[in-house]
């Protein structure tokens, strides 16, 4: 049974926007993998829109923020499950902005020149002098 109210008194809203609603389902499918590992905080991720916010973040229809809802016994609980969540979620940035097509084309880099692993008019010689 899942305890909330009294037995939770300490809360924290967290809205991440994320430049698009692709980028912020992947981070929402990240985070939700791993369970809480202490009974006594419990933690719940929604999509919203930039509307939706309480600053309105974003200004799209599409739901590109990632509203996480923790829930806690203390506040030192509180802090420490939240402290975890920001390190995860910076791994997550980190990731896309490295890896992800989206983010690279959000940043306005327009070439790849010089990108590790790209081979660019690459000729070569063949063993046999042809």
Do not use: W
């Not at 499918?29 to 369970?35: A, G, T």
């Not at 905080?41 to 923790?70: H, I, M, N, P, W």
């Amino acid at each position: 049974m899942v305890r909330t109210g009294a037995a939770f008194p300490c809360t924290l809203t967290i809205h991440t926007p994320f430049p698009t609603e692709r980028l912020a389902q992947i981070a929402l499918r990240s985070l939700s993998v791993d369970e809480e590992l202490s009974p006594l905080v419990q933690r719940s991720f929604f999509l919203v829109d930039g509307s939706a916010t309480s600053r309105g973040t974003c200004s799209s229809d599409s739901q590109s923020v990632l509203k996480t809802e923790y829930r806690a016994t203390t506040n030192r609980m509180l802090r420490v499950a939240v402290n975890g969540f920001f390190e995860s979620l910076i791994v997550i940035i980190q990731v896309m902005e490295e890896l992800d097509v989206d983010v690279i084309q959000e940043k306005g880099i327009e070439s790849l020149e010089g990108a590790q692993g790209l081979e660019q008019g690459l000729t070569s010689v063949t063993a046999g002098g042809a």
